[in-house]
């Protein structure tokens, strides 16, 4: 018996017309004699009206109380779409995290998947055809109700496939796979036949939320199959693989950019050694996913500046970590920026052939837009820029790195 595995985000399940769109899609797939576990994520917009009447409801968020409201949007999905199967006469049954049971960390709000049980799954597929499985929801070893932060279908999805061995990871999505940059942006973007994981890792990272970040480090380190399909044409998708599997190593294969980022600033530290351990560790204490980080010192003074970026909607809790280290690291003060954008140029072959840098930069210069923060990786090149610019670079780098169509 082969199993796949069926993801759905939010625009393919956005009313009861997409659910049942979804329902039929799933009937074509049974007919290759599959055992379908399918993902579903909240309908589209669901997630975002949660969490703001989770604010409204409450000026300190409780986030076991958070986890509560925000996974239930998958929860209405998941029956909706179980309903709309059984009206195709298939023999479905929906699951919530805690039923199957999906065992995660307790980081309300960001949890890390644990272990998922599969016994009951496997025992449910003896007769039944389609589990439907609510996304980014699962449950601790208090056994509260945990979610896997924004996204987080995507891992769910890619950590059953794990899991039950699934030939395939279909990720079903409102574009038509990976692009060379996001579509909706950039008009002359390109659809990939194939990108490898560590690409996809750092477009992720950087902002390409076509898929997750997690997801894509699951699927490496387990081996799933993931292919990246549209939920509306029935068009061939993406599939992210092994590097080996690309025979031509581009250079540049995908520009990523992120808005959801803000700079924090920390200026006069005294220099010494010990203090950005004293600094970050605050802030991995309180899970916040820090990047691009600089630090300045000038010769002629004992103290440096240290200039990183944060996901924008952490700022409040980064700068309250931060300012919890004043007493012990004593810096002057904190700064913060949000009117930033962070683009990144991905590819493998950047590594074996300079002035990739160059041509960045010098492509930008052209069109005076001036560089915050610089970072790089073995495959990656990233730069902070004013946000209002971000468009314009993304364009000017993808028609500078020959992606346009
Ligand atoms: P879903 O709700 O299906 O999970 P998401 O909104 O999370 O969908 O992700 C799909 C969106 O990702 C696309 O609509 C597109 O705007 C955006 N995106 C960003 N970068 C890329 C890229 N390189 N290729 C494709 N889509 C991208
Ligand atoms: N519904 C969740 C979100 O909007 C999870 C997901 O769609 O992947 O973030
Ligand atoms: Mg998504």
New binding site residues.
Partial sequence: MSIIVM??????VADINCIKNVAKKIRNELRNNHKIVVVV?AM?GTTNQLIDWVKEAAANVNKREYDVVVSSGEQITSGLLTLALSDLNIYSRSWLGWQVPLLTDRIHSKASIVKIDTKAIKNFFKTGDVAVVAGFQGVNSNGDISTLGR?G??TSAVAFAAALKAKRCD?????E?????????VSK?N??VKVSFEEMME?SSQ??????TRSVALAMKYGVRIQ?LS?FKDTLG?FVVDEEEIMEKKVVS????SLNVAKITIVGIPDKPGQAAKLFSGLAQSSINVDMIVQSSSPDSNSTDLTFTVPETELKFAIDAINKTKFDVGFKEILSDIDVGKIAVVGVGMNARPGVAQKMFESLAEKSINLQVISTSEIKISILIEASYVELALRTLHSAFDLDK
Wanted: proline share 2%; no cysteine; net charge neutral.
């Fill in positions: 993801k759905f985000g939010g625009t393919s994520s589209a996204g279908s995507d990720i079903y999505t409102d574009v796979g990976i692009y060379t940059s996001d579509p909706r942006i973007a659809k990939l477009m902002g390409a939320k076509v898929l997750e990246v939920s993406t995908g520009i990523a950019h």
